[in-house]
């Protein structure tokens, strides 16, 4: 091998990794691969990797005599990101420009149509983030292998000029490797914004409730003072600014001497904020557009507040040296405002009281995934628009969860209690699946008076919405049963959704899985009643999952007798 050669394969590779940065930072093209099953994300995907697939042809390698493209790694991606269409859309495209443009036989443009098709049958069992980079690699062996034994039964002049022992295995081994290559930088990539999602979620979080009693009163000067104070004292920014549609309405930290309240706006990227709705993130002083030469800001990140479909006001988060907005600094922005608009939206609508009787959101943060909230609240927040009876039903689930988030998890309560927690999230749920998702709950009088521990029965249901049924295409059904076996309380949820694969089931069961609900769970049982009880899980992908949750049968009014524990 060359150096010039092995450049070229560092520079194809190169390429494949940009690629696949830009791609993860899209949330359009992501959102394209987490849901490839219509139209638009399955021809979005198959522009994506046909260009990934054509320019594979313009990065031919040279070896020897024969030459080295990286076609067929953007062919195996479109079949694992967007299924067996957009995997037969580029494996077409592909073959069409060898047919038309480099004049090849029909045996490898048929193998490439092929090959991508049935990569995206991958891509029908599996979601796109179960598909690991290992997965992905040992597909590209295959295929690379299969191509090398058709193109040795079927040689021809032009199949062959692709074909000779070195440049079978540097193809093969430069599939891999990009395949590989490109999940695995999809993978960082989003572990990274999760982890910023996290930190950022916790901390919005904190602002929330700390600002919850202030802005339930209205969205003005007082109040939006205090809320800028707390910001800048917890997200230790530089610059903190709160405006209306017209005059800023607070701002604390440096440039305070001229961006004063009650005062007009400054910045031109505030201005630009309000007018075009959208979050702007600057990272210049020509870009942010202060017309006081000596403003210390450099850049910043400025989100829209909104109440219904009206821009009310921004929030301003500002660092004074260029190039500083960090992706921590854009989700905590973006988090703050999602829940100060809806703060300040059902303040108006005298909804936010009824969030604050039930609960603190600061509790919650130790109970609902940051995701998951944020969903809820945006999803609130559009019913409020369309449906306020339905917004004002999901915010009283919202509360009940929080309400919970108060309780201590070793505490005995209810089965009815229990469920009672488990029907406002399932609310919730049924809001994001739509006419999808179907309940049914089987509890008798007997049963529904049992002790169980507190929070054992909501992580099953959760697991059972987003691992099973929400990757699922279709009709969903989620069954809650409840029945004595002698001494025994058994509790099963059941969901007809993709199953859980038999090497993962494994690793659950050993304790030895990523996903700490289930585990837990199950620790806690034993713990309390011992190895004879706890919870057992049988799945059969894709058909479905259903766990069962075995403990000792115990009446809350027995328990009340004999040892006053509730």
């Not at 395949?179 to 695995?184: A, K, R």
């Not at 910043?300 to 301003?316: A, C, H, K, Q, Y």
């Amino acid at each position: 091998m060359t150096v010039f050669t092995l450049l070229e394969i560092i520079s194809a590779l190169s390429f494949i990794a940009m690629t696949a940065y830009l791609t993860a930072r899209s949330r359009f093209i992501m959102r394209c691969a987490r849901y490839p099953f219509h139209r638009a994300s399955q021809f979005s995907l198959i522009v994506l990797f046909a260009f990934l697939s054509i320019t594979g042809n313009y990065s031919t390698l040279p070896w020897d005599e024969s030459r080295v493209t990286t076609r067929l790694i953007g062919v195996i991606l479109a079949g694992i990101s967007g299924g067996p269409v957009s995997g037969f859309g580029v494996g077409f495209i592909c073959a069409s420009y060898l047919v038309m443009i480099e004049y090849s036989s029909i045996i490898l443009p048929l193998f490439i149509i092929v090959a991508g098709f049935l990569s995206g049958m991958l891509r029908l069992r599996f979601t796109f983030h179960q598909i690991t980079p290992l997965t992905g690699a040992s597909v590209a062996l295959i295929i690379e292998l299969c191509q090398i034994s058709l193109i040795t039964l079927f040689p021809d002049s032009t199949a062959t000029l692709f074909l000779n022992f070195a440049s079978a295995v540097l193809t093969m081994g430069v599939s891999i490797i990009g395949v590989w290559l490109f999940l695995y930088i999809i993978n960082w990539v989003e572990a990274e914004q999760d982890i910023y999602g996290a930190r950022a979620a916790q901390l919005s979080l904190d602002i929330a409730s700390r600002t919850l009693p202030f802005l339930r009163l209205g969205f003005n000067k007082h109040s939006a003072t205090i809320t800028a104070s707390i910001i800048y004292e917890l997200a230790q920014v530089d610059a903190v600014s709160i405006t209306g549609r017209y005059k800023r309405l607070a701002f604390i930290g440096q440039g305070a001497d001229h961006h004063k309240p009650s005062e007009p706006i400054l910045s031109a990227v505030v201005k630009e904020t309000i007018t075009s709705k959208t979050m702007k993130v600057v990272n210049t002083p020509s870009d942010r557009g202060c017309p006081v030469p000596y403003c210390p800001l450099k850049s910043s990140v400025v989100v829209p507040l909104f109440s219904n479909d009206r821009v009310i006001g921004t929030i301003e988060i500002a660092r004074v040296h260029e190039n500083t907005v960090s992706e921590l600094d854009i989700h905590i922005a973006d988090g703050i405002a999602n829940l100060l608009s809806v703060q300040i939206q059902l303040a108006e609508v005298d909804k936010q009281r009824k969030m604050r009787e039930k609960a603190e959101l600061k509790a919650l943060r130790a109970q609902i995934n940051p995701h998951f909230l944020f969903n809820t609240i945006n999803i609130i927040m559009s019913f409020c628009r369309t449906d306020p009876d339905k917004a004002r039903s999901l915010l009283g689930s919202l509360a009940t969860l929080m309400q919970r988030g108060y309780s201590n998890q070793d505490e005995l309560v209810t089965l009815q209690n229990e469920l009672a927690a488990i029907m406002a999230y399932l609310e919730i749920a049924m809001s994001r699946f739509g006419d999808r998702l179907d309940i049914a709950v089987n509890i008798d009088d007997e049963t529904s008076t049992a002790l169980i521990p507190a929070l054992s029965l909501q992580p099953l249901v959760e697991n059972a919405l987003n691992h099973g049924l929400f990757p699922k295409l279709g009709s969903c059904l989620l069954s809650i049963e409840a029945y004595i076996e002698e001494t025994t309380l058994i509790i099963t949820i059941t969901d007809n959704g993709v199953g859980i694969p038999p090497e993962k089931l494994a690793k659950i069961q050993a304790g030895d899985s990523d996903g700490v609900g289930l585990t837990n769970v199950h620790q806690r049982l034993t713990s309390l009643y011992g190895t004879k009880y706890g919870l057992t899980i049988t799945s059969k992908p894709p058909f479905g999952t259903e766990v069962r949750l075995r403990i000792p049968f115990r009446q809350s009014v027995c328990i009340q007798k004999e040892s006053g524990v509730i």
